[in-house]
Every structure is written in C-alpha cells, then in structure tokens.
C-alpha cells in the first residue's frame, strides 16, 4: 500500500466550476502537507503548504487538513482553463526535514 | 526569483552507458534533490545533498550515483544504463533551514535508454 494516494484522473470540469482535489495517507507523522501544480513539460511548483489540521486559503485556492481522517484536499474556486496541470499532494513527517512523500497526481482539465 | 536548470530537456543513451545529469541552482541553496518520476509512481527520491561533497541515499538509489563538488550543482551519474532507468528525471533545490521551506524544482530532463 502507498503511503499517499491519490486519484490519477483525469478531472474535467466546465470553467467557473468548484474543483475539489484530494489525497489520503496511512502515516500519523506526516505534518506538513503541501500541494504543487505541475503543467505539461514542467517542473512541480508549490502552490500551498500548511501544517497540522485546518484550513489555508490564498486567493481561489483553499487547503484543508483532516489529520484524523488522515485526509487532504485542495478546492480550487472558479476554475479557469490556465487551472488545467497534474495537481500533486505531499507530504513531510515530522522527524524528518527533508523527505517529501507525493501523491502520484491528478489530472485536471478545466473547458472554456 | 529561484532558478534550478537542469542541463537537458531531452536525451537519449545507449544501454550500458555512463550518463550524467547536471543540475544547477541560483539561490545558494544547502538542500538539493534528484527524483525521478513515473506514470502512476509520482516522484520518488533517488538522492539528496544537503550539503558541498555530503548526499544520502533516497528511497530508489540502485543504479545511481551523485556528486556535489560546489553548492550550486548537483549531478545524477548512472553507472550502467538500463532500460528501466527510462524515466523523466526531476532535480530540485531548498534553503537548509525551517521545516516550511519548498523545494523549487526544474523543468525535468526526459531520458530515454535504448
């Protein structure tokens, strides 16, 4: 079993739509949790992190931790067609500051 | 802005080459990394530097090697080139210090072993 999971996708959704992108883990230490974009022929890059349970929002892009559900999500408000990139989950445990754990990603394409 | 550069896009080797991939970043970061990623596996670590001539294996060292001779630049060496080391190869660079600091990462070099 992965330590992250997450659903490869594709999600299409209509532009204007409330996507909602999400990874479960199986290890109690993880603490940071980020979420990185990556498009086509390029390289990830960090769109959130927050640490421990709760919510982060930043424009149109909220994160939400459940640590007891051990369950993450991205919501991503009025998607638009340039939101349309492999969405990445990871993860840090707390004994550790340098290991990454990612999701394997989903696919999101956002139609005009 | 940082910037990791990664020395090439596209490459193409030979089964039982040597082949080396450089890496380099402008920050003066401690931390740099070398993952590679695959359809369904996402990105794991090969290996990492966290400092001048220190590294420590990852999660999938088998078949690789690394050198960081001056801060800026990270090389990913394989020893012997096989065909299951085809692969997109993504390096990235980190301030050492803080638990909330990101990894930038560059563009990924796509390699394909014949």
């Known amino acids: 079993q992965k330590e992250v999971e997450q659903d490869p996708g594709p999600l299409s959704v209509p532009e204007g739509a409330i996507v909602s992108l999400n990874c479960t883990y199986s290890n109690s230490a993880f603490q940071y949790f980020m979420w990185y974009r990556q498009y086509s022929r390029k390289g990830p890059e960090l769109l959130m992190y927050?640490?421990?349970?709760g919510n982060k929002e930043d424009g149109r892009f909220t994160a939400q931790v459940d640590k007891s559900s051990k369950y993450i999500s991205l919501f991503i408000r009025d998607s638009q067609p340039s939101d349309s990139a492999t969405y990445l989950c990871?993860?840090?445990?707390?004994?550790?500051?340098?290991?990454?754990?990612f999701g394997s990603g989903t696919r999101l394409l956002v139609r005009p | 802005d940082v910037k990791v550069t990664q020395s090439s896009r596209y490459l193409v080797k030979r089964t039982g080459e040597k082949v080396f991939l450089e890496c380099v970043q402008d920050m003066d970061h401690e931390n740099m990394f070398w993952y590679r990623q695959d359809p369904g596996l996402g990105l794991r670590l090969i290996y990492f530097?966290?400092?001048?001539?220190?590294?420590e294996k990852g999660d999938i060292p088998e078949g690789y090697s690394v050198s960081r001779e001056k801060k800026e630049r990270f090389s990913l060496i394989l020893e012997s080139a096989s065909t299951n080391q085809t692969s997109m190869y993504l390096c990235a660079s980190r301030h050492g210090q803080g638990f909330n600091q990101p990894q930038h990462f560059g563009d990924g070099t796509r390699l394909s072993i014949l």
């Open positions: 990871a993860m840090r445990p707390m004994d550790s500051s340098y290991k990454l754990i």
């Open positions: 530097s966290y400092d001048v001539k220190m590294k």
């Open positions: 927050t640490y421990s349970s």
